[in-house]
């Protein structure tokens, strides 16, 4: 539940620590400075998931060892009738691997895990179309909705952030709902019980929030890009689960501290890959370089805590000296 009061608080704080234009796409990096004006709407305070009472044991397993083609497709959805959430999500499909995403494809054969991912402010999901068919293509179903508030061009309302992570639980139902629906090309296909969260700068925010003020226990894992704990607080609840963050040292819209304050407080299983040239989003996530080991860092972290696959958490450190560009500081 959201403290009364700390809306009173996040306008300033969400602007001074720049958590605003926050897209990861290269030909909209983030800018310095960037302000959001339009906060007249009052963030609700939303009651946590009716979910399990535990995050779900993985037992131990192997993930893919080959690539996968990637097929993508549009939800729409609708919290509460006037929050509107179009989802896009990419997942493994059947065919040749490479090549871009081929519109709703043939799921390929198996049941693959569940990554729920929030995007920055300002941004939407396409822009982190690099890393998520990454993770598609390494066997993972990635769901990504687009906030209502918080998107595209606009002049998006800061305030709003508080309201992301009861959109992505209300999201995460809707996607595993399409394992039982008669003839949806995802039906069967869904681990449903092997669920992570990730996001980046306010979607970090978003992430975060999903793992302390409104814990949604259905998740296993976190990834946070960039995040910082601004009006979702440190007070990570619930059963443990391993988290990574993944933030840049020259990060000039969310310092690099603030994401490694929230990092300290995690009680769980955790890391940090820091990258001492990574900014905000260019070179963090725009970067060839730089992407290919977030990506494959990231990578071997999902496949160790969604598939249980002990091999993966072994190469998550080789994965993260690849190319000496990043440190990881690792208590997993």
């Not at 949604?216 to 689960?241: N, W």
């Not at 160790?304 to 450190?317: C, F, H, S, V």
């Amino acid at each position: 539940m959201v403290r009364r009061g700390v809306s009173v608080l996040l306008v300033g704080a969400l602007v001074a620590a720049g958590v605003v234009g926050c897209s990861a796409d290269p030909e909209s990096a983030p800018r310095a400075g960037t302000t959001a004006t339009s906060a007249t709407d009052t963030p609700t305070a939303t009651a946590a998931p009716s979910a399990s009472a535990s995050a779900p044991a993985i037992p131990a397993g192997n993930a893919p060892a080959d690539s996968f083609a990637v097929g993508v497709r549009q939800l729409k959805r609708n919290r509460d009738g006037d929050r509107p959430l179009p989802i896009t999500v990419w997942y493994p499909a059947a065919g040749r691997a490479g090549g871009k995403p081929t519109e709703s494809a043939r799921a390929a054969d198996g049941r693959f895990p569940v990554i729920m991912f929030s995007h920055g402010l300002g941004g939407q999901p396409k822009d982190y179309q690099a890393l998520l068919t990454r993770w598609a293509a390494a066997g993972f179903v990635v769901a990504a909705p687009m906030f209502p508030h918080t998107s595209g061009s606009g002049q998006p309302n800061v305030l709003d952030v508080l309201n992301q992570p009861a959109d992505v639980s209300y999201a995460l139902s809707q996607v595993l709902a399409l394992d039982t629906r008669d003839g949806d090309v995802l039906r069967g296909r869904l681990a449903t019980d092997r669920v992570a969260a990730a996001g980046h700068s306010a979607g970090g925010v978003t992430t975060i929030g999903l793992f302390t003020t409104r814990r949604d226990e259905r998740l296993a894992a976190g990834i946070v890009f960039a995040g910082t704990a601004l009006g979702v607080g440190t007070a990570f609840a619930g059963a443990a689960a391993p988290q990574l963050f993944v933030h840049g040292e020259a990060d000039e819209v969310v310092e690099y501290a603030a994401g490694k304050a929230v990092y300290d407080k995690v009680p769980w299983p955790k890391a940090m890959l820091s990258l001492p040239n990574g900014d905000h989003g260019r070179a963090l996530l725009g970067n060839s370089t730089s992407l290919r080991v977030v990506a494959d860092t990231t990578t071997e972290f999902l496949r160790w805590t969604l598939y249980g696959d002990a091999d993966a958490k072994e190469r998550i450190a080789r994965a993260a000296a690849r190319d000496d560009v990043a440190t990881l500081d690792n208590h997993l």
